[in-house]
Structures are given as structure tokens and as C-alpha cells.
């Protein structure tokens, strides 16, 4: 069992940056991949990012490929996703989400078992 805990989200305006972290406790950390997901108000929860259990593959959605960027500190049991360039559409809630490495890049969100809380992005115009 793991529990997800981010932190990060905040008020930015178009074309500044955020660093969402989330934070797992357990030992187990360095045995999942981790995804990150997010839900705009009124919308269904979307893909955004994942990452392999060694970090060396990751993946995203086309509209944030070459914005952001996720990476994880197995050390810290930590996941990041580093926001560039943020623009108003990438509004949403921010929940990082924590599989079986055999859904290693996974977009669906049925695949992942553990599911933190959700920290806000608002990006303002």
C-alpha cells in the first residue's frame, strides 16, 4: 500500500512556471510507475505524464510535450512534474497517480491503484 501526497499547485500567470511534488510514504515507492493526471472543472480527468520505476522513460500528452516535465527521486520517494510555459487551458486539479510497473506509461487511469488528493493549478490570463 502506498499514499500519495502532492504539494505544489498554485496561482501563475500565462507563460510562468510551478512544481508539483508528490510525495509517497511506504517503503515500496521504488517498485511503481508513477503517472501524473488532471481534471479541468466540468471535464473528465486526462492524462498528462508518466514515468518508469527507474526513471529513465517517461511519457506525455502531445499538448505538454516539450513543457513539462516529469522526473522522480526514488531516494526521496518523490515524483515531480516541472511546468513551463503554463498557459489558461492547463487549469485543472493535479493528482499524482502510482501503478504495477507492468502498466509502465500507462494513459488509462484504471491502471493506476493508488491516487493522492489533488493540488490546484490555476493559470491566469
Known amino acids: 500500500q502506498v499514499q500519495l501526497v502532492e504539494s505544489g499547485g498554485g496561482l501563475v500567470q500565462a507563460g510562468g512556471s510551478l512544481r508539483l511534488s508528490c510525495v509517497a510514504s511506504?517503503?515500496?515507492?521504488?517498485?511503481?510507475?508513477m503517472g501524473w493526471f488532471r481534471q479541468a472543472a466540468g471535464k473528465e480527468r486526462e492524462f498528462v505524464a508518466a514515468?518508469?520505476?527507474?526513471?529513465?522513460?517517461?511519457y506525455y500528452v502531445d499538448s505538454v510535450k516539450g513543457r513539462f516535465t516529469i522526473s522522480r527521486d526514488n531516494a526521496k520517494n518523490t515524483v515531480f512534474l516541472q511546468m513551463n510555459s503554463l498557459k489558461p487551458e492547463d487549469t485543472a486539479v493535479y493528482y499524482c497517480?502510482?501503478?504495477?510497473?507492468?502498466?509502465?506509461?500507462?494513459?488509462?487511469?484504471?491502471?493506476?491503484?493508488?491516487w493522492g488528493q489533488g493540488t490546484q493549478v490555476t493559470v491566469s490570463s
Open positions: 514515468i518508469s520505476v527507474s526513471g529513465s522513460s517517461t
Open positions: 511506504g517503503r515500496t515507492f521504488g517498485s511503481y510507475a
Open positions: 497517480a502510482a501503478a504495477s510497473s507492468i502498466y509502465t506509461g500507462s494513459s488509462y487511469e484504471h491502471r493506476y491503484a493508488h
